[in-house]
Nanobody, 121 residues
Framework: QVQLVESGGGLVQPGGSLRLSCTASGRIFSIYTMGWYRQAPEKQRELVACITNSGVTDYADSVKDRFAISRDNAKNTVYLQMNSLKLEDTAVYYC???????????????WGQGTQVTVSS
C-alpha cells in the first residue's frame, strides 16, 4: 500500500509565502512524475505544477514565476514553494504521484489527502 502525506498548508496574507511537502511511503519500486493539484470551492481540480523523476518541470500559467516545484528522490518527497501568494491561490492542494509498486507492475496514480491553503488579509 502506498501513502502520500502532505504538510505545510495554512493561512497566509497576500504576498506571503508557504512551502508544501509531500512524502510517499509504503511499497514503492519507483516513482515517476510527482505533482501538485489544487481545487478551489465550486471549481474543478487543476494542475499547479509537476516534476519528472529526472527533474523536468511544468507549471500552470497562473503560478509561473511565483511557485517552484522540486523533489528529493532519496526521500520520496516533493515540495512546492509558493511565493507572492494571491487571494485566488486559495484552495485545497493535493499531492499526486505516479508510482510503480513492483518491478513488473503498471504505474498507478496516487493522491494525498489534501492540505488547505488560505490566502486572506
Amino acid at each position: 500500500q502506498v501513502q502520500l502525506v502532505e504538510s505545510g498548508g495554512g493561512l497566509v496574507q497576500p504576498g506571503g509565502s508557504l512551502r508544501l511537502s509531500c512524502t510517499a511511503s509504503g511499497r514503492i519500486f519507483s516513482i515517476y512524475t510527482m505533482g501538485w493539484y489544487r481545487q478551489a470551492p465550486e471549481k474543478q481540480r487543476e494542475l499547479v505544477a509537476c516534476i519528472t523523476n529526472s527533474g523536468v518541470t511544468d507549471y500552470a500559467d497562473s503560478v509561473k514565476d511565483r511557485f517552484a516545484i522540486s523533489r528529493d528522490n532519496a526521500k520520496n518527497t516533493v515540495y512546492l514553494q509558493m511565493n507572492s501568494l494571491k487571494l485566488e491561490d486559495t484552495a485545497v492542494y493535493y499531492c499526486n504521484a505516479i508510482i510503480k509498486i513492483y518491478y513488473d507492475s503498471r504505474p498507478n496514480d496516487y493522491w494525498g489527502q489534501g492540505t488547505q491553503v488560505t490566502v486572506s488579509s
